[in-house]
């Protein structure tokens, strides 16, 4: 999330009480949790085995909870409690709007947009020209849709991610201050779930096609020309690459990457990213030929212990 004008490093420090290291008037453009994060950003790190990662990272302001040395060209906020501090930011500069009506006065509609009765259209969503929001459909705020868009019933575009942090008395959320991209000739299906980023975007590019019930997570950017069967469930910050398949009730876990033209078979999972140009089948992923093999062989394994058995 872009601030709407650049900060100094003093600024920030007052809103959120740190304490900083480096120049008061370097500029702070934005915050960005550490998966999505560019030269500008603010991002926060308060565990010892993520400082590397963050100190090293795009991000030109850390916002931590030890003094440490302070990388070369950046700057340092030092608070007791960074991931608070971050949610405060967060909640500052994009807080929560309430709507009044079901299609809010700020939003943007394009020439030849259809917004069916019952359809929820929340505050500051863009939406291009010749699209279909269907019944009930809920498009919540800061949502940016292109052109001839298709988005049935029930979907639900923008909500929260899903993204808690454990504390003894519960779990405390990190609040979105992110948004959801739908490009062109993008089709949604019924009941459909997709997140808005933490603090980036979930980008649905060009051409691609949901069907109904499928759940896309925070941060998750999707190609063109996709397809994207039901009951699939994508987890966040994952990249699909152009004219990926997957089929009914695909399982892909957070932060990896499903190659160009690669097809996932029906009740496939991965907890690995896997190459393009490729199918594959079964729990965890494999090339669809191997594993069929493998099932081919189990599968006479019934007999093979009767005739040892003689």
Known sequence: MKFPKPLQLSEVASIIGARMIGDPGFMVEGINEIHMVRAGDLTFVDHPKYYNKALNSAATTILINKEVECPEGKAL???????DAYVSLATRFMPF???VKMISASAIIGEGTVIQPGAFIGNHVKIGKNCIIHANASVYDHTEIGNEVI??????????????????????????????VIGDKVEIGASTTIDRGVSGDTTISFGTKLDNHVQIGHDTFIGQHCLIGAFSAIAGVTRIEDEVILWGRVLINK????????????NTGTERSLEGGKTYYGIPAQEARKAWREIAAIKQLPDLIRKLGK
């Open 97 to 99: 709007e309430p709507s």
């Open 151 to 180: 988005i049935h019933s029930g979907a639900v575009i923008g909500a929260d991610a899903y993204y808690f942090q454990r504390r003894p008395e519960g779990w405390k959320k990190l609040e979105s201050c992110g948004k959801v």
């Open 255 to 266: 932060d990896l990457v499903i190659g160009k033209k690669a097809i996932l078979l029906a």
């Open 77 to 83: 906020l030092i608070h007791e409690k960074p991931f």
